[in-house]
């Protein structure tokens, strides 16, 4: 089974795909031709570095289809008192006595720095679904974990970081 994707998800690695094949895919063939103009190949720096650019590029696209040949696409519609995709939850970690937010997205979407965390990591699996003052255990292996109440939920879309900051 591969990546779980929204349909939003999936509509930007469309857009990357074909940013890639029409405009970055021309622009480093392009790169690799001048830099094969300008003569002696086996020294030639701008040439190999062309190369592998145009490589890139293309190992990029056949990643990103075969993401979304493999995926598996889930809602990120949820109720108005349930946790769902792109919702900022507000939760009391019980241990460390200190509350924090976060946004729960797709797997590829997943930066805990940014406060951004996965429907597939623990603390995303615990929470999905679930609802404002529900206590929930966090397995984060086979002996041990840590519980977590969810006190409030954002159900708004806005996909800024800068909301999960402000609360």
């Known amino acids: 089974m ?29 790169a690799v031709k001048e830099a094969r103009a300008q003569g002696d190949l086996s020294e030639n720096f701008e040439y190999y570095a062309a190369k592998k650019d145009k490589n890139q590029n293309e190992s990029r696209i056949r990643y990103l289809e ?42 590829i979407r997943g930066s805990s720095l940014n406060g951004m965390i996965s429907i597939e ?19 984060v292996n086979e002996s041990a974990g840590y519980y977590v109440v969810i006190k409030s939920i954002d159900n708004s879309k806005d996909d800024t970081e800068d909301r999960i900051r402000s609360f």
């Open 66 to 107: 075969r993401m979304l040949k493999n995926a598996q696409i889930v809602s990120d519609e949820s109720g108005e008192d349930e946790v769902g995709i792109n919702n900022v939850v507000e939760l009391y970690m019980e241990d460390d006595d200190e509350t924090e937010f976060y946004r729960l997205v797709t797997s």
């Open 2 to 30: 591969g990546e779980k994707l929204t349909k939003s998800d999936v509509e930007k690695i469309q857009k990357e795909i074909e940013h890639r094949k029409l405009v970055v895919r021309k622009e480093a063939i392009e």
């Open 121 to 139: 990591s623990p603390l995303g699996k615990a929470v999905y679904k679930h609802k404002v003052g529900d206590r929930v255990y966090v397995k």
